[in-house]
């Protein structure tokens, strides 16, 4: 479903992705960890060339991304994004955070964007809360908004770049339980998270980043209870200990 | 004072303010949508675009207003011969002249106007977080619609109060038509001047009020508008 060919990018002269080459498979659940600025979020929005690439090739489901322009948009469409900071449209109500790219980008008509929207609201639990405006929402209901808006799209994959990072502790689960849901529906996901729980319990397979590269590729219990580098032993005690 | 002058058919003092009126209802409406575009066009990904929008804004706004309003008429109408209104053989040229030098004034001011429409616009842009437009971009729109739909709606709405100082400037502003022979508020102060030299303080009050009671009401609007549409984060 995602395919990374030889993925190269730098930001000036800091060498951020070093050499990607990666395929994830259609329903698979990747779970990337690393510690912070290895890249996992550049890896992310590549992957919908919300960066772009210095060399290298990103297919998603057999399509080559192109540089820009109206195909790069319809193809961006296909991936859905959740951010860290739930970016809802701020000016937007709940459900037409969640109709607009239905209407705008698919030419959906109104009526039936809605009844959509609201299937997706119901399914992530904010129906009642349709016509508020994202900022009369908590951080865990925005993120369910965001994820109901991403979906909206019928992506092919979706990618989630720390959707709990930015959440209070008790809003945590509610965000996961809609992530574990989908990833049970067979969804391709590649999810950027520190959340070990949902690692063991959705992934399928976990990516170990460090310094722009991809250090490791195993199966989570496996990657957790014997990890092969040195790296990502470091790692896996920092954020096991506490 | 001896404000009888108000009442003197000879000075259709109504008429005048309504003139003024007229000339910055048109202009605020022109200079909004320009202003707009050249906000647009000031943040677009196309160098040559971005290049014209910014040369327009710091040269224009640049450029007195009554220099701009006297080459509307000199040598954008009397040299290059635009024409904004139809001029009909065996007519009296009057009527020709006044809505030729009230749309040449309108034009005039909303070249210059949207340059402030403009940099109030695009700071309300900067107060717009960059993850709206990624998100934005993330469902697929394209930058046109990412413009349009989320980040200008959300930027005006920071920037309306702005937008009011600039729209109670250019209603003061439009005294500079009288210059081309518009017949509005300052024209009728300076008839009052020539013809009514002993009543200075009543006159002058008299244009003065006029101007605070159609400008007041606006700030106090606009200040209430921005407080309600305001983008809560
Ligand atoms: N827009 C940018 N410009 C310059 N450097 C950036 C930019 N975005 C990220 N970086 C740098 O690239 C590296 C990788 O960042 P990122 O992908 O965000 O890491 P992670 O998500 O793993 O924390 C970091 O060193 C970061 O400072
Ligand atoms: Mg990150």
């Known amino acids: 479903m995602i395919e990374m060919r030889d993925v190269q990018k730098h930001f000036g002269a800091l060498h951020v992705l070093k050499d990607i080459n990666l395929s994830i498979p259609a329903g698979q659940v990747t779970i990337v960890l690393g510690p912070s600025g290895s890249g996992k979020s550049t890896l992310c929005r590549t992957i919908n060339r919300l960066e772009p690439i210095d060399s290298g090739t990103i297919a998603v489901d057999g399509t080559v991304l192109p540089a820009e322009g109206k195909e790069l948009a319809q193809l961006r469409a296909d991936v859905g994004m959740v951010f860290q900071s739930f970016n809802l449209f701020a000016h937007k109500s ?56 991403a979906l909206a799209m019928r992506p092919k994959v979706m990618l989630f770049d720390e959707p709990t990072s930015a959440l209070d502790p008790e809003m945590v689960n509610e965000v996961l339980d809609v992530m574990t849901s ?11 998270t520190h ?48 | ?50 290049g014209f929008g910014t040369a327009y804004v710091n040269i224009v706004r640049n450029i007195p207003l009554t220099v701009i309003i006297i080459v509307m008429s000199q040598v954008i109408a009397g040299t290059l011969g635009l024409r904004l209104a139809v001029r009909e053989p065996g007519v009296n040229p009057q009527g020709f002249l006044d809505s030729q030098n009230f749309r040449l004034a309108v034009l005039g001011f909303i070249l210059y106007t949207a340059t402030f429409v403009c940099e109030a616009v695009r700071s309300g842009i ?30 005006i709405r920071a920037v309306i109060a702005p937008l009011g100082s600039v729209l109670i400037a250019l209603i003061k502003n439009t005294t500079v038509a009288s210059a081309i022979g518009v017949f509005e508020a300052a024209a009728l102060m300076n ?16 244009i003065a009020v006029g101007f605070v009671i159609i400008t007041l009401p606006i700030g106090l609007l606009f200040g209430a508008w921005a407080k309600k549409v305001g983008v809560k984060r």
């Open chain 1, 195 to 242: 959340e070990m729980g949902f690692a063991r319990r959705a992934g399928d397979r976990v990516l170990f980043m460090a310094d722009g590269e991809i250090v490791e590729d195993a199966p989570p219990e496996q990657f957790f209870t014997d990890p092969k580098s040195a790296r990502a032993k470091d790692f896996l005690s920092k954020i096991l200990t506490h």
């Open chain 2, 1 to 50: 004072m001896d404000f009888s002058f108000l009442t003197d058919p000879r000075y259709d003092f109504l008429g005048a303010f309504w003139m003024t009126i007229q000339l910055s209802f048109w202009s605020a409406l022109g200079a909004f949508v320009l202003g707009v575009v050249l906000a647009a066009m000031r943040v677009s990904p196309v160098p040559l675009m971005r």
């Open chain 2, 126 to 155: 900067n107060t717009v977080p960059p993850g709206q437009a990624e998100a934005a971009r993330a469902i697929g729109l394209r930058f046109t619609q990412v413009l349009g739909i989320v980040i200008l709606p959300q930027a």
């Open chain 2, 191 to 206: 008839l009052y001047i020539e013809n009514e030299a002993d009543k200075f303080p009543a006159t002058f009050l008299a």
């Open chain 1, 182 to 192: 989908l990833a049970r529906e067979g969804m391709t996901m590649l999810v950027v």
């Open chain 1, 94 to 149: 709940i459900l037409d955070n969640v109709t607009l790219g239905p209407i705008k980008v698919r030419r959906m008509n109104k009526a039936e964007a809605e009844k959509l929207g609201m299937s997706l609201l119901e399914r992530v639990g904010i129906a009642s809360q349709k016509d508020k405006l994202p900022a009369q929402l908590s951080g865990g209901q925005q993120q369910r908004v965001a994820i109901a808006r």
